[in-house]
């Protein structure tokens, strides 16, 4: 996979027949952190009467899970999860919360509000696109140092790590579409750009 997309965190909220549902949105990594903010949203929304959710926690989207926690079932968790997956997003999780406003939706209208209520968050987040990478680590004197990081700039690549001793020691990141042919023939050859492996990084 060459690149993903996946969402910044956000809240929105909806009211249906005097229930409340508030959607909440996070950029996950994994399926621990993805536990231990819905432990904290529980601990938030303590006297709420349901916290459904679901999430996909890798690039791949084949670590998912949903939970309707107390509604009729595959009326809250699947919902969630088929917008997530609607979007092809990646890592992350959006948690519903419900207040109880007295009048019951069905099981239809239950459906509807928790795929409103998590594509009502979706809507608003922004968007991050993550692109597979080739990460380079070299160093080089300060001159040329320079002439480097303007290139990379403009070629649409990153440079990170960067630490100054007598030479600037760093880090050169390339989308895996890009070559590092252009450097090595700025610098004449002179400069190692080291293989360091690849890694999905934000432009």
Known sequence: MNSYVSLKDATAEIVVLRSRFISYLYHIESEEQASAILAD???????????????????????SKS??????????????????NGGSYRQVLIAVVRYFGGTKLGVGGLVKTYTDSANAVINIAEKITYTLSDVYSAQADYNTYSKISNAVLRGGGKITDVEYYDKVRFSVIYPEDKSIIELINLTGGKIDFINQGKRYEIY
Request: proline share 5%.
């Open 41 to 63: 949203l529980r601990k938030k929304h303590y006297d709420a009467t349901h916290v459904c959710y679901a999430y996909v926690a890798d690039v791949q989207g084949n670590v």
């Open 67 to 84: 939970s309707d926690d107390g509604e009729p079932s595959s009326t809250a968790g699947a919902p969630i999860l088929s917008a997530i």
